[in-house]
C-alpha cells in the first residue's frame, strides 16, 4: 500500500473513531482496535500505530472507560514512553467514577517518565501537523486526571510535590500541579476502591491450541536449528517475546533482563532443571543467532540447551496466530507490541498467561510451580481448561 | 569529573561567555531587546527562534543559546515542549538554513511531524522543505518509520544520484533489502558510488552473498577498479569470513594480473595478501 493510501486510510479510520465519541454505547467497537495485532495498523510507522493508538484511548475521555478498555490503559501507563499516547491513556481514565490506588501510582509514575520528554498534543484531530486546534502538554493531561482522581493520602502523590519542588516543569504543568496539589490534600468524601483489581484481559475467541505449529523450524542463538516439538514438548516452560530492535526500554530490555533474573530465581530451586526457558524475537529477519546472543548475554541470560533465544527461520505469523500475540509490524520491524509472557505445558500449549502487564516474578514462579506439579487424571485430559490470564 | 558536575560547569561556563558577549549585530541586539519582556532568557530566545519576523542571524544566535541549554539536562524540560513546537513551526520557514536545521533536529529526536512533513514532500514535491536526498536521510534516523519503502522506491525510479546515494544509505541495516544490493553491485552499468554503497550494505545484512559477489567482482578485469577497491577492503575486514576461504581468495588475487590498474587496487590487493602471508 502506498503512503498516501496508507493515510487516506488512517483518516477513515479516524472518522469512524470520532464518529463513535458521539456513541458511547459503541464503545467497545474502540477497545477491539486496541490489540496491535489489528489490521489498521498493518504498515504504519511507530510513530503512526502510537497516534492512531492515542486517538482511539483519549476517545474514552468521551465515550466513558468500559472494563475491557483498562488493561490497555494500565500498560500504557506503565511502559508507555511516547508523551501523546500516554498522555491519552490519562485522559481514558477521566471519566471513571473511582481510580484505584494501584492505578494513582501508574499515573504517579507515567507523570515522572513523561516529565523529561514533555509535548504539547491535542486529539481532535488525528493529523500531527494540525496548526488550528490547541495543544496542552501531555504532563498537563496526566496531572489534570491526578487531580481529577480526588483526594489521597500524601505518601502516594510525594512525587507530585516533589516535581514542585523542582519547579522543572513548563508553566502550564505547575499550574497544574498546584491545581492537583489542593486537590490530592483535601478531605476524602469517601474510602476509596484501593484494592479493586482490574478485571480479567478479554481472550481470543479462537483457542491457541488449534494451530499446529509443531513443526514450525526454529533456530535458537547459537544457531543451532530444531523444529518447535523439540524443543517445546517434554517439559514445561516460561516464555517470552521481545526483539533487539526495541526502543522502549520499559519493554524488551526491561523483560529479557526480568526473564534472567527470573531464570536465576529458578536456578536454586528444584524447578530450575525441570522447565524450559525461552525468548522468542518478534523480528527473526534482523534478529539472528549472534543478536539473540549478545541481547541475552548483555542482559545476564544464561544460555544452554534448556534456556534459549529463538527465532522462527520462516515467517513469524504462524507463532502470532498460535498465541495471539499482541504484536503489529510496519515496513519493516514491529511498530508496536504489548508486554507478553506464556507459561507452557510440557506439549507446548499456553496455559497461564501474563498481558499487558510487567509480570512479577514470584507470581510467575509460583504459576510454573503449580503447572509443573504432578497432574490428576481429567487435568491430563483436559489441559485447556485451566488456561488462565493475569 | 562526572557527567552531572560536567554538565554544571560547562553550562555555568556559557552563562558566563553569553552575559559577556558582545552582540555580533545590531539586528541581534534589536531581537534581544523586542525579548527583554518576555520572562526568562531561554523563553526569550526561543520565541526570537521562532520569530519568521526577526532577522536570520539572531535567530541563528537564539537557536545556539537553546541549544546550549538544552545540555543542561533535567534543567532544560520545562522548555523542552515549547522548543519542540518552535522546532515544528521553523520546520517550515522561509529561511532554508534554518529550516534544515529545525527539520534535522527533529528528525534525530525521531517527530512524528517533521516525518510527516518530510513524506507530504517527497509525495508532493510542491510540498518538499529540503531536496529529496535530504529527507530521505532524515527519514533514515528513524528505523521503525518509513524510510525503507520510500528508499526502495526511489532507488527503483527516476530519482538524481544524491538521493540514490541516500536511499541505500537508508537501507544499509534492512535486511529485506539483499536482493536489491546484490543487484546493485553486479550491475555495471550502475554509477560506481551506488556499486560500492551497495557492497558496503551487502556485507552487513548477508556476508555470505556479499563474499561470493564480491569475489566475482574483485577476479573480473573488465570491472571498475574504484568498485573492485572497495569491495576488497570490504572483504578484507569482514568478520567471521573463513581462513580457508580466504587463503583461496588469497591465492587467486595473487595470480590476477593487476598491472595498469589503479594504484589504490594495487595497494588494496597488496595489503590483503600481506595480511594472510605466513609469518
Given at each position: 500500500m502506498s503512503a498516501a493510501a496508507k493515510t487516506a486510510e488512517t483518516a477513515e479510520i479516524a472518522a469512524t473513531v470520532v464518529a463513535i465519541r458521539h456513541a458511547p454505547s459503541r464503545r467497545e467497537e474502540l477497545v477491539a482496535l486496541l490489540a496491535e495485532q489489528s489490521p489498521i495498523y498493518r504498515g504504519l510507522s511507530a510513530g503512526e500505530a502510537e497516534r492512531l493508538r492515542g486517538f482511539i484511548l483519549a476517545s474514552f475521555e468521551k465515550t466513558g472507560l468500559p472494563p475491557s478498555a483498562l488493561p490497555f490503559v494500565r500498560e500504557e501507563l506503565q511502559t508507555g514512553i511516547n508523551p501523546y499516547t500516554v498522555a491519552a491513556a490519562a485522559k481514558a481514565l477521566r471519566r471513571t467514577s473511582e481510580i484505584s490506588d494501584d492505578i494513582f501510582a501508574l499515573l504517579v509514575a507515567a507523570a515522572e517518565r513523561i516529565a523529561g520528554n514533555d509535548d504539547n498534543v491535542q486529539y481532535e484531530t488525528i493529523d500531527p501537523v494540525d496548526r488550528v486546534t490547541r495543544r496542552t502538554g501531555a504532563l498537563t493531561e496526566i496531572i489534570r486526571t491526578i487531580a481529577a482522581s480526588g483526594p489521597r493520602a500524601r505518601p502516594l502523590w510525594a512525587a507530585i510535590d516533589a516535581m514542585a519542588a523542582r519547579g522543572n516543569v513548563s508553566a502550564e504543568g505547575m499550574m497544574a500541579i498546584d491545581l492537583a496539589r489542593q486537590a490530592l490534600s483535601s478531605q476524602p468524601n469517601a474510602p476509596c476502591c484501593c484494592t479493586a483489581e482490574p478485571p480479567p484481559l478479554v481472550l481470543p475467541a479462537q483457542s491457541p491450541a488449534a494451530r499446529d505449529v509443531s513443526d514450525l523450524a526454529l533456530e535458537d542463538q547459537s544457531g543451532a536449528t530444531f523444529k518447535y516439538r523439540d524443543f517445546l514438548y517434554g517439559r514445561p516452560s516460561v516464555v517470552t517475546f521481545f526483539y533487539?530492535?526495541?526502543?522502549?526500554?520499559?519493554k524488551c530490555s526491561l523483560t529479557v533482563s526480568k526473564l534472567a533474573a527470573l531464570q536465576r530465581g529458578l536456578a536454586g530451586t528444584e524447578l530450575g532443571s525441570r522447565i524450559n526457558v525461552g525468548a522468542f524475537t518478534y523480528d527473526p529477519t534482523y534478529d539472528h543467532a549472534r543478536r539473540l546472543q549478545i541481547y541475552g548475554m548483555e542482559r545476564g541470560f544464561r544460555f544452554d540447551d534448556h534456556n534459549r533465544f529463538i527465532r522462527t527461520v520462516g515467517s513469524f505469523a504462524p507463532l502470532q496466530a498460535k498465541f495471539d500475540l499482541g504484536v503489529g509490524f510496519g515496513a519493516t520491524t514491529v511498530n508496536r507490541h504489548s508486554v507478553e509472557l506464556l507459561i507452557l505445558d510440557a506439549e507446548g500449549e499456553p496455559v497461564r498467561q501474563f498481558r499487558r502487564v510487567q509480570w512479577d516474578e514470584t507470581e510467575v514462579v509460583a504459576a510454573v510451580r503449580e503447572i509443573a506439579r504432578p497432574r490428576s487424571a481429567p487435568e491430563q485430559a483436559n489441559p485447556q481448561s485451566a488456561i488462565a490470564s493475569s | 569529573m562526572n557527567v552531572d558536575d560536567y554538565r554544571k560547569a560547562f553550562t555555568a561556563e556559557m552563562e558566563k561567555q553569553r552575559q559577556t558577549a558582545a552582540p555580533s549585530a545590531p539586528a541581534a541586539l534589536a531581537a534581544q531587546d523586542k525579548a527583554a519582556d518576555a520572562p526568562d532568557p531561554l523563553a526569550a530566545a526561543i520565541a526570537t527562534f521562532r520569530d519568521s519576523s526577526q532577522p536570520a542571524g539572531a535567530r541563528q544566535t537564539a537557536l545556539r543559546n537553546v541549544q546550549t541549554a538544552t545540555f543542561a539536562g533535567p534543567g532544560f524540560d520545562r522548555y523542552r515542549s515549547s522548543f519542540r513546537d518552535a522546532l515544528r513551526a521553523v520546520a517550515e520557514d522561509k529561511n532554508e538554513e534554518l529550516r534544515t536545521q529545525a527539520l534535522e533536529m527533529l528528525a534525530i529526536d525521531k517527530d512524528e511531524v517533521a516525518q510527516q512533513l518530510l513524506l507530504r514532500g517527497l509525495q508532493n514535491p510542491g510540498q518538499a522543505l529540503v531536496s529529496t536526498a535530504k529527507a530521505v536521510q532524515l527519514l533514515a534516523h528513524d528505523d521503525h518509520g518509513a524510510a525503507v519503502p520510500i528508499a526502495q522506491r526511489i532507488l527503483k525510479g527516476d530519482y538524481d544520484l544524491d538521493a540514490k546515494e541516500e536511499a541505500l544509505r537508508a537501507l544499509?541495516?534492512?535486511?529485506?533489502s539483499t536482493g536489491l544490493f546484490a543487484d546493485i553491485l553486479a550491475d555495471?552499468?550502475?554509477p560506481q558510488q551506488l556499486r560500492s554503497l551497495s557492497a558496503s550494505g551487502l556485507r552487513a545484512v548477508d556476508p555470505q552473498r556479499f563474499t561470493q559477489l564480491a569475489q566475482r567482482i574483485i577476479a573480473d578485469d573488465r570491472e571498475n577498479d574504484e568498485v573492485r577497491t572497495n569491495a576488497l577492503g570490504a572483504l578484507d575486514h569482514l568478520?567471521?569470513?573463513s581462513t580457508k576461504l580466504n587463503s583461496d581468495f588469497a591465492d587467486k588475487l595473487s595470480k590476477l594480473?593487476?598491472?595498469?590498474?589503479s594504484d589504490d587496487l594495487r595497494a588494496a590487493a597488496t595489503r590483503f595478501l600481506q595480511a594472510r602471508t605466513p609469518k
Open positions: 533487539t530492535r526495541c526502543m522502549n526500554p520499559e | 544499509a541495516s534492512d535486511p529485506g555495471r552499468s550502475q568478520q567471521g569470513l594480473d593487476l598491472t595498469g590498474k
